[in-house]
């Protein structure tokens, strides 16, 4: 079953250069201060910083949210790696693609290693502005509740013998 970690790592590294692609696009077009309007009156794209977790909370511990968003990334790819699952894989992915992009802004932007803001720019009718690895974290995040809550497996179970067996003797009787 590798290959659902393997659709893990692509999912998030979508998410992850989504995410900073739409960054780098929100600093040059929005850096001016301009606001546009998408979605009146519920989203526009606005250019914010934040050093802080959501809604700017703790903006003088961005330390601390740099570090958990590397012990988050590292333990999600060590779970991760059991994972059998595609819907978990890919749930899994999406929080890991968000985690790694908040990550990474905290570590290699402004003001410096392990203090740098996240580059916010999705404002949603001014209750709080985000980006898309926010989306990705949020949806990865109900998605593994939803699984949680149906209990769906994280490992998928192979067939039985007696199952593959019928399988075999299905498509035999199907084959001219």
Known sequence: MRSRYRWFLVWAAVVLVVDQATKYWAERALSDGR???????????RLVYNPGAAFSIGESMTWVFAIAAAAAVVGILYYARRVTSLA????LGAVLGGAASHLGDRLFREPGFA???????????????????????VLGAIVLA???????????EPPTDAASEEGDEAAEKQTP
């Open 88 to 91: 978990w894989a890919l749930a």
């Open 35 to 45: 606001e546009i309007t998408v979605v009146p009156p519920l989203i526009d794209f």
């Open 146 to 156: 939803l699984l949680t809550f149906r209990e769906v497996p994280l490992r998928e």
């Open 115 to 137: 203090r740098g803001h996240v580059v916010d720019f999705i404002d949603y009718n001014g209750f709080f502005v985000g980006n898309v690895a926010d989306i990705a974290l």
